[in-house]
């Protein structure tokens, strides 16, 4: 589902205001960096939704703490370069 933004609101806004009363049980939402915020994953999470979202470098203790869990519950974690399209296992 999408929704068309104005140019008085924001992405973040609009995404928020949708995914307030949409039932999200067994839906998984996906998204890139800018919506890798506590408050949106708490709304679908809340919604007994699941997400997957892109986290950039710039965001060191989100990083870690993935890694953190991936090794705690041996998951594989890949990561893959824009440049080279290269993708790394961790």
Same mark, same amino acid.
Request: charged content about 30%.
């Given at each position: ?10 992405? !973040? $806004? &609009? &995404? @928020?205001?949708? $995914? ?8 998984? +939402?996906?998204?890139? &960096? +800018?919506?890798?915020? /506590?408050?949106?994953?708490?709304? !679908?999470?809340? =919604? @007994?939704?699941? #997400? !997957? ?8 203790? $989100? +990083? =870690?703490? !993935? @890694? ?8 594989? $974690?890949?990561?893959?370069? /824009? ?5 790394? /296992? #961790?």
């Amino acid at each position: 589902m999408q929704i068309p933004v104005d140019s008085k609101n924001n992405e !973040i $806004l &609009a &995404a @928020k205001e949708m $995914l307030f009363d949409i039932p999200l049980e067994g839906k998984f +939402i996906t998204g890139d &960096a +800018i919506f890798c915020q /506590k408050e949106i994953c708490n709304l !679908i999470l809340k =919604n @007994k939704g699941d #997400y !997957i979202f892109i986290v950039k470098n710039n965001q060191k203790q $989100l +990083i =870690n703490d !993935i @890694k953190t869990v991936f090794k705690q519950h041996s998951f594989p $974690l890949y990561t893959q370069s /824009k440049k080279t399209d290269r993708v790394r /296992k #961790y």
